[in-house]
């Protein structure tokens, strides 16, 4: 901080080595060491210490357009923290910076002015968002809905094989987040649950793969149905009945709508028989479906 005050050199913080890391990327890599730091004995008495928030606090301030810079796997520093899990206070600092209003000013006058919306957009080398790695990180603390806020386009850019941040969610084991939390991400730009991934998957295709494989076997049965009716659309009007009519119509690289791989996959011996209720509303959703009387 002393050398770059003293010796000030135009976009010095967004300045990357060898590596395409900035500052700011190594600085959040310390603060990931920092975190495994903490509770050695060792550490101490070396002197280390978990690295303080008001540091990032003064790189993002010196130099904004170092948020941009992405490192030799893509990733800016919002991917990162997500990846190495930052602590709170610094997932939010770098949520909020990215976030408009952001300008660089020199003697008061606006000299940069950050692409806001592009801190939220960029991929890196696995086309991944800073939203897709919150989906894929869960442990991480970054609080969706916000790192949403600022460019809920994110929700519809999907990855190297094609998944949206929606698709990931569902392809994982989600005890932390409420269904009220997917409605409000669907309700934000519900065609999303219409894109297909690489292998023809809509995010209802993944989470009935999630069933098979008994991700959310520890979940309620309303739990699972009321999902289920999220991602069919028929939930708060997120689609009309046609849009959703030709949702349940997608079929997938086995050629399989949704109701047809919950037929093949989710009933009978395969599963436990609770998944009953959410091929009922899987059913119910889907036009042209003959009713199997044993569904009911």
């Not at 948020?67 to 991917?79: C, W």
């Not at 069933?211 to 009716?229: D, I, P, V």
Request: proline fraction near 7%.
């Amino acid at each position: 901080m002393y050398l770059a005050e003293k010796h000030p050199v135009d976009n010095l913080f967004a300045c990357a080595d060898i590596f395409r890391n900035t500052t700011l990327h190594m600085v959040i890599q310390q603060e990931k060491r920092g975190e495994r730091i903490r509770n050695v004995d060792l550490a101490e008495r070396r002197g280390e210490r978990p690295l303080p928030v008001s540091t990032v606090r003064y790189l993002v301030q010196a130099g904004e357009m170092a948020l941009l810079v992405q490192d030799e796997h893509g990733n800016t520093p919002l991917h990162l923290a997500i990846v190495v899990g930052s602590n709170t206070e610094i997932m939010q600092l770098l949520i909020e910076s990215c976030a408009p209003p952001a300008a660089t000013y020199h003697n008061c006058v606006k000299v940069l002015e950050m692409p806001c919306e592009s801190a939220f957009v960029v991929q890196n080398k696995d086309g991944c968002t800073p939203l897709h790695l919150a989906m894929k990180h869960r442990e991480s603390r970054v609080p969706l809905a916000f790192i949403m806020h600022p460019c809920p386009q994110a929700m519809l850019i999907q990855d190297k094989d094609g998944c949206t941040p929606i698709h990931l969610m569902m392809s994982r084991y989600l005890p932390d987040i409420s269904l009220d939390k997917i409605l409000l991400l669907l309700q934000t730009l519900p065609e999303v649950l219409s894109m297909q991934d690489h292998l023809g998957r809509t995010p209802l295709h993944a989470l009935l793969t999630g069933l098979q494989r008994h991700k959310y076997e520890k979940m309620s049965n309303a739990w699972q149905e009321q999902l289920t009716q999220h991602l069919t659309g028929v939930t708060a009007g997120l689609l009309t009945r046609e849009q959703s009519g030709r949702l349940m119509k997608l079929r997938d690289a086995a050629n399989q709508s949704p109701w047809e791989y919950y037929w093949a996959h989710l009933r009978g011996h395969h599963v436990p028989f609770y998944y009953a209720a959410v091929g009922r509303i899987v059913a119910q959703a889907s036009p042209d479906v003959p009713r199997p009387r044993d569904l009911y």
